[in-house]
């Protein structure tokens, strides 16, 4: 059996999956970040041992985890637990656990669960978007993940969209994450004019009820989606593209924004499929379990 830990920045998350893909048991508890980086690995090792003691067996187990993993010396940068940076994350928990364990960011973990049983089944290659809190990518060729040499392939979150953009963490200014994350779609809004404090779906809503500087801040939206999703496609090529999470509850991307990609796609007839995930929220934390059965 496989299990599968999520390690979020307020909730570590946990499954155990039968070697079919069927879910036998979830758990969550809270991510200790208080109490510092020891305390969260403590967390995820007594949660596998949980799920172990369900499977009465030891199992295989996939890690999932915000920030971009420096495989060569198995730590974590940019994590939004910030305690977990530049830890020894990976030898400790093999340590913990007495085996070698799987690891990789959440949106490669995302784009693994949608291309093994998700909406991206059947599709030879499939480019994961991640579009919430932050923006991210993962690359799945024939089931197989494609990390790059650098480990860093799929991450067109930071790639510079416009170059006299709001500052991004990473250093750079007018990132796409900078836009089209959900912290930035509601700066753009607040800058046009809109209300301080009002969420995406609400910007979303008012769009709908026919609000002006929200309708402006979704016609830039649906714009810069597609000029940044046709980089990729230029690229890579999918044979689909799924969108996971909070942003690609908008209606609006899959219609309008892939009429903005085919604007932008170096091809006169544009049909690469844009999806909305099948997996939910449950898509990263799957992903980390089926790491043991992705092609490596």
């Not at 090792?45 to 060569?72: D, Q, R, S, W």
């Not at 909406?119 to 991640?130: K, L, Q, R």
């Not at 990390?147 to 799929?154: D, T, Y």
């Amino acid at each position: 059996m496989q299990i599968g830990i999520d390690v979020g920045g307020t909730k570590i998350e946990g499954v155990l999956l039968d070697p079919s893909g069927i879910e036998i048991l979830r758990e969550r508890s809270p991510t200790p970040k208080e109490h510092g980086y020891s305390a969260i690995i403590s967390e995820v090792v007594a949660l596998v041992k949980k799920l172990e003691h369900v499977a009465e067996a030891e199992c295989t187990v996939g890690i999932g985890t915000p920030g971009t993993i420096i495989m060569n010396k198995g730590v974590l940068k940019n994590s939004n637990t910030t305690c977990l940076i530049n830890q020894p994350i990976v030898a400790d928990l093999e340590q913990s656990l007495g085996r070698s364990i799987r690891i990789e960011n959440d949106a490669n973990c995302f784009t693994i669960s949608e291309a093994i049983d998700g909406a991206g089944y059947g599709f030879e290659t499939v480019f994961g978007v991640i579009m919430g809190t932050g923006v991210g990518g993962g690359l799945v060729n024939h089931n197989t993940l494609l990390r790059g040499r650098l480990h860093i392939a799929g991450e067109w979150g930071h790639n510079v969209l416009e170059a006299g953009g709001p500052p991004c963490y990473c250093g750079n200014n007018g990132c796409v994450e900078t836009f089209l994350s959900g912290p930035g779609f509601e700066n753009d809004y607040l800058k046009r004019g809109g209300l301080l404090g009002t969420s995406a779906s609400q910007i979303v809503d008012l769009a709908k009820n026919g609000d002006g500087v929200a309708e402006e801040s979704m016609q830039a939206l649906l714009e810069r989606f597609g000029k940044a999703l046709a980089t990729v496609i230029n690229i890579f090529d999918p044979h689909v593209i799924v969108l996971g999470g909070g942003l690609s509850k908008i209606e609006q991307l899959y219609s309008q924004g892939a009429n903005e990609v085919a604007k932008n796609v170096f091809w006169e007839n544009f049909d690469t499929p844009i999806l909305r995930n099948k997996n939910g929220d449950s898509a990263g934390v799957r992903g980390a379990a089926q790491l043991w059965s992705s092609s490596q």
